[in-house]
């Protein structure tokens, strides 16, 4: 029961702060789906720069870049770069990273949420 109840409070967080705003600008509908639009925008890019902050998953982006330019490097540089670990990693620094879960539920509702008004200002 818990984990519904914290999947609500992301699925009313953006609307009640969109009708928050609302009330204090024209009272049309489509004026709040533009306020729901840009209130979800908002708190979607805020979970989406969480989530990669979090628990290193610049690392993985890092070690898969650093990988890739060992081996599209020259032979010369790919000698130099040999042993150090730096530039040539053997594996990633850990296996499994962890993101937390509100991140992911405050990214995906608000993705949802982000579709739903595309989808409500075109049918206007």
Known sequence: MNK??????????APIISLIIWGFRTHTW??????LFIVSMILFIAGFVV?????????????????????????KHRK???NDEFMNPKQ???????VEAWAKRM??????????????IFTF
């Open 92 to 98: 990633a620094k850990r296996d499994f990273y962890l």
């Open 30 to 35: 489509s004026n709040y789906i533009d306020i």
């Open 51 to 75: 989530i990669l902050v979090q628990d290193g998953i610049f690392d993985a982006t890092s070690y898969g870049f650093r990988r890739i330019r060992y081996q599209m490097g020259g032979k």
């Open 107 to 120: 990214t995906i509702i608000n993705a949802i949420l982000i579709l739903l008004c595309l989808c409500a």
């Open 80 to 82: 130099a770069w040999e």
């Open 4 to 13: 519904y109840i914290q999947w609500l409070i992301w699925v009313l967080f």
